[in-house]
């Protein structure tokens, strides 16, 4: 399992840390934000593959921004897959 920091663009969370392990998602976790949607996201997606989080929550906007949290999680994951593939 790799572990992963995403720094997050146009949010009010600044931070995503998360695991990988091949192409599975563990330990998400947000650092600032909107405290219950944080706490909820990462349970959701425990255990998922990156293409099911890309799936379900890229794109996903709040409000004006052109992101979410959601959106910067997923963004987070792809590039930690990626990472991980090219390394």
Known sequence: MTH????T???CSRLITLD???DIVHNV???GGCDGN?????????G???DEV???IGGVCCGSKGTSCGDQLARAVQAAYEQERNS
């Open 4 to 7: 992963y920091e995403y720094r």
């Open 9 to 11: 663009q146009n949010t």
């Open 20 to 22: 990988l392990d091949g």
């Open 29 to 31: 976790k947000f650092y």
């Open 38 to 46: 944080l706490k909820a996201i990462p349970r959701l997606v425990e």
């Open 48 to 50: 998922m593959s990156v």
């Open 54 to 56: 890309v799936n379900k």
